[in-house]
C-alpha cells in the first residue's frame, strides 16, 4: 500500500509553490495590506493556470482533481499568505456543489468558478462571519438543515475587522426569498464543516513552515556575543521543536484529505493549528520584540494563523469531538479499524 503523492501531484505543488514565491512574496503581501488587499491581476494568473478550477469537474471546465491534489495546493497558499480566496472556494464551496452539477444552475457556477468569472464564499452556523463575502458574486448559506445559493444583491453586509490584515470577513444578514436551494440533505453542515477544517489545517501546515524559515534566516544573520543567533542551542532546539511539530502534523491533514472522516479531520485540525501557534511563538521569540511589530513580515502569517484557529470549528470543539469519538464505549479504534472503509 503507497501512502505517498504522485510524482505528479509533487510537481503541480513544486509549480505552485514557485508562481507564488514570484507573485506572493512577504513583499506583495505587504503591498497587499497596505493598498486594496486583492490583486486582479494575481487573481487571473490563477485563473489561467488552471487552480479556481482544480477541483472542478472536467465537463465543468475544471481539473477535477481531488482533495489530495487541493490540499497540497491549500499549503502552499498558507506558505504565501495567498490574499485571494481561492482555498476556500476550491476547497469548500465546489465540493459541495459537485453532486448536485446535474443541475443546469448549478453547472453554471462551477463553470464559472473554473472560469474565474464567478466567486462564491460560505457562512457556516459555526462561524458568525463569513469570509470573502464582500467580493462574492454569490454565497452559500444556510437556513436550518438546507443550503442555499443567494446572490450577493439579496444580503445584507455588516463589515467586521479580522485580526489578519488581509482577511476580509462580515456578519451576513439574508431573508429566504427568491436564493437557488441546493438541498435539504441532513448532515450537509457537517461535512462542510470537515471541508473547511481541512483547508484551514492545510493552510496552518503552510503558514507554519514559513514563520519557521523567517526565524531561521534571521537567526542566521542576527549577531549577538559576535555570534549568529542561531548558532546557539537554544535557539536551534526551539526551531527544531516547531520543525518536528509541523513534520508530524503532515500525515494527519494529509490523511483527513484522503477520507474526509470526522476523527481524522479533527486530528488533522487540532495538529496543524498547534504546529502553527507554536510556531508563531516560536518565531516572535527568535525575533524578539521587532516580532511583534508591523516592520517584521512574521505578522503577516502569525496573524493569518491566530484568525484560522477560531473557523470551522476552535481547537475545543475538534478536541471534544475527538475525545467523543475516542474514548467512548464502541469507539472504533485499535489496528483493526486504522484502515477500516
Not at 104 to 111: F, M, Y
Request: net charge negative; glycine share 8%; hydrophobic share 50%.
Amino acid at each position: 500500500m503507497n501512502f505517498a503523492f504522485t510524482e505528479d501531484q509533487l510537481l503541480f505543488r513544486d509549480t505552485v509553490r514557485e508562481f507564488l514565491a514570484g507573485e506572493c512574496s512577504p513583499s506583495h503581501v505587504r503591498a497587499a495590506a497596505a493598498g486594496e488587499g486583492r490583486s486582479a491581476e494575481r487573481y487571473a494568473k490563477l485563473v489561467e493556470m488552471g487552480l479556481t478550477g482544480l477541483t472542478v469537474p472536467e465537463a465543468q471546465g475544471g481539473l477535477g482533481l481531488s482533495l489530495v491534489d487541493y490540499v497540497l495546493i491549500a499549503e502552499e497558499a498558507g506558505r504565501a499568505a495567498l490574499p485571494e480566496p481561492l482555498v476556500d472556494q476550491i476547497g469548500i464551496v465546489v465540493p459541495l456543489l459537485i453532486p448536485y452539477a446535474g443541475r443546469a444552475e448549478i453547472a453554471a457556477v462551477l463553470e464559472g468558478i473554473a472560469a474565474g468569472t464567478t466567486k462564491v464564499a460560505i457562512g457556516h452556523p459555526c462561524d458568525p462571519f463569513v469570509a470573502d463575502a464582500a467580493g462574492a458574486d454569490l454565497l452559500l448559506l444556510g437556513d436550518g438543515e438546507s443550503l442555499h445559493l443567494v446572490p450577493a444583491a439579496a444580503v445584507r453586509l455588516t463589515v467586521e475587522t479580522s485580526v489578519d490584515p488581509l482577511r476580509r470577513i462580515a456578519a451576513v444578514a439574508w431573508t429566504p426569498g427568491n436564493e437557488t436551494l441546493i438541498t435539504t440533505e441532513s448532515g450537509l453542515w457537517e461535512r462542510a464543516l470537515d471541508l473547511g477544517s481541512v483547508a484551514a489545517a492545510a493552510q496552518a501546515l503552510g503558514l507554519a513552515q514559513t514563520m519557521v524559515d523567517l526565524a531561521a534566516d534571521y537567526a542566521r544573520t542576527r549577531q549577538q556575543f559576535g555570534k549568529p543567533i542561531g548558532s546557539f542551542q537554544a535557539v536551534k532546539h526551539h526551531l527544531a521543536s516547531v520543525q518536528v511539530a509541523i513534520e508530524f502534523a503532515k500525515a494527519p491533514v494529509y490523511k483527513a484529505a484522503f477520507t474526509l472522516a470526522p476523527r481524522d479531520v479533527s486530528h488533522g485540525r487540532v495538529a496543524a493549528v498547534d504546529a502553527a501557534a507554536l510556531a508563531a511563538r516560536t518565531a516572535i521569540q527568535v525575533f524578539g520584540a521587532m516580532g511583534y511589530t508591523y516592520e517584521v513580515d512574521l505578522h503577516f502569517f502569525m496573524k493569518r494563523a491566530w484568525a484560522l484557529a477560531g473557523t470551522w470549528g476552535d481547537r475545543h470543539y475538534h478536541l471534544d469531538r475527538l475525545a467523543r469519538m475516542v474514548l467512548s464505549d464502541d469507539a472504533a479504534i485499535g489496528a483493526d479499524a486504522t484502515f477500516a472503509p
